[in-house]
Nanobody, 123 residues
Framework: VQLQESGPGLVDPSQTLSLTCTVSGASITSVDYYWSWIRQFPGKGLEWIGYITSSGNRYYRPSLESRTAIFRDTSKNQFSLRLVYVTPEDTAVYFC????????????????WGQGTQVTVSS
């Protein structure tokens, strides 16, 4: 199973961060699998952002819920992240991940990882 993030590496403050994760080797509609977005701030640990279930239900980190949307395109086996009104504090490496667990900051709880993409919020 491979995951690959794509999207802009630089976003202006107050604009929208949009990333897409393309999954190969597994279907994002596979029962009991969750597909997550996670980020890592410089020099710090992981922070889960949100996830979408195999049936399309979405769950978000409470502190980010008002600015976050995760959606999917099953025809392309992709899921995407949208984070609005970004600030420099949203600068991080963003990962997509998948597996039978979600909603945790523990790396070992996820079975599959993308390589990560650096997103910098700056004008």
């Amino acid at each position: 199973v491979q995951l690959q993030e794509s999207g802009p590496g630089l976003v202006d403050p107050s604009q929208t961060l949009s990333l897409t994760c393309t999954v190969s080797g597994a279907s994002i509609t596979s029962v009991d699998y969750y597909w997550s977005w996670i980020r890592q701030f410089p020099g710090k640990g992981l922070e889960w952002i949100g996830y979408i279930t195999s049936s399309g239900n979405r769950y978000y980190r409470p502190s980010l819920e008002s600015r976050t949307a995760i959606f999917r395109d099953t025809s392309k086996n992709q899921f995407s992240l949208r984070l609005v009104y970004v600030t420099p504090e949203d600068t991080a490496v963003y990962f997509c991940a998948g597996g039978r667990s979600a909603g945790t900051n523990e790396k070992s709880e996820y079975e599959y990882w993308g390589q990560g993409t650096q997103v910098t919020v700056s004008s």
